[in-house]
């Protein structure tokens, strides 16, 4: 808006809102907002619908609904759009995915994979906000619990690294072995998530797929154990076989249901299976988010600027808008780093010189 544009704003999550912040951003600065806290998938996609009705030139996603539901009509609004960027991992998936397809009708800035994005909002604010979504909604103590992990990326790496710096005894599950590795080599135990879930206490996932936490999981659990998510998307856990193994259900406290499963265990799932830490929580400290809209707001700019210059593909931002925010970063940190010499710098980019 500060920079000239008509902004339109919906929700990117249903659970995801504040509703006195939506309530703000069209009172107090004239920017229509379609979302409430608790809206249903019909509400949401009405909201995503009217966002879009005063057909964008650039969308800016979390999780790449905004450009799923334009390329689904394939009407005059999709090719008004000249560029589009994308916050979150599991939306950069879906956006790789419809390139590979040939599908993709306008550019997008992958925003989350920018170091500035991934390497902090990612592993700091995921880690931090998940955990206090975990805590607001069940009140447990960490310490000494058993925590288990799935998913070692980035936003698995930060909640790990948080659960046990409160004192749990973290296990990770991955499928991919140079993670796995990892996260053995950073001190967490690693096993199969079908030997964790019969010795877990909380269970998060993390990891942008389907069905990871599902029905044979959830009946080896413990009696009590609780589980919630953390990716983008409610389905990393399989909530249609928890419906049907579940024999009643009662809400504990807000965000929390308890489930009485068909063989007598307790099973709990926090904020519907939805994002934990946006829905039992407020999402990242702002002190983390701020390099991360600075990557959408460059993004935009980075399109405009490139206006008919970038093909239908996934980009990175360009690593000096990358470093640029870090160096902003830094200042307002009021952190001072070296520089290279000339000296310094002729020597590391050159093969000719050595001992």
Known sequence: MAGGASVRLCASNPLSTQDEVAASLVKDY?????????????????????????????????????????????????????????????????????????????????????????????????????????????????????????????????VASRAKGMGSDVIVTEVNPVRALEARMDGFRVMRLADACKVGDVFITVTGDINVIDKQHMLAMKDGAIVCNSGHFDAEINKTALDKI????????????????????????????????????????????????????????????????????????????????AEVKLRTLGIKIDKLTPEQAAYISSWQQGP
Not at 70 to 91: D, F, I, N, Q
Not at 110 to 130: C, H, I, L, P, W
Not at 276 to 284: P, R, T, Y
């Open 246 to 325: 579940t024999k009643s259900s009662r809400e504990l406290r807000k965000f929390c249901v308890e489930h009485v499963l068909n063989n007598g265990k307790r099973l709990i799932l926090l904020a519907e299976g939805r994002l934990v830490n946006l829905s039992a929580a407020e999402g990242h400290p702002a002190m983390v988010m701020d390099m991360s809209f600075a990557n959408q707001a460059l993004a935009a700019e980075h399109i405009l600027k490139n206006k008919g210059k970038l093909e239908n593909r996934v980009y990175k931002l360009p690593e000096e808008l990358d470093k640029s925010i």
């Open 30 to 158: 004239g920017i229509p907002t379609f979302a409430i806290k608790g809206e249903n998938r019909d509400q949401y996609f009405r909201h995503i619908e009217q966002a879009l009705s005063h057909s964008p030139v650039i969308t800016t996603d979390d999780g790449a609904d905004l450009i799923s539901t334009l390329h689904k009509e394939k009407g005059k609004r999709l090719a008004a759009v000249l560029g589009g960027t994308e916050e979150t991992t599991t939306g950069v998936i879906r956006l790789r995915s419809m390139e590979k397809d040939g599908v993709l009708a306008f550019p997008v800035i992958a925003v989350n994979d920018s170091e500035t994005k991934f390497m902090f909002d990612n592993r700091y604010g995921t880690g931090q906000s998940s955990l206090d979504g975990i805590l607001r909604a069940t009140n447990i103590l960490f310490a000494g619990a058993t925590f288990v992990v799935c998913g070692y990326g980035w936003c698995g790496r930060g």
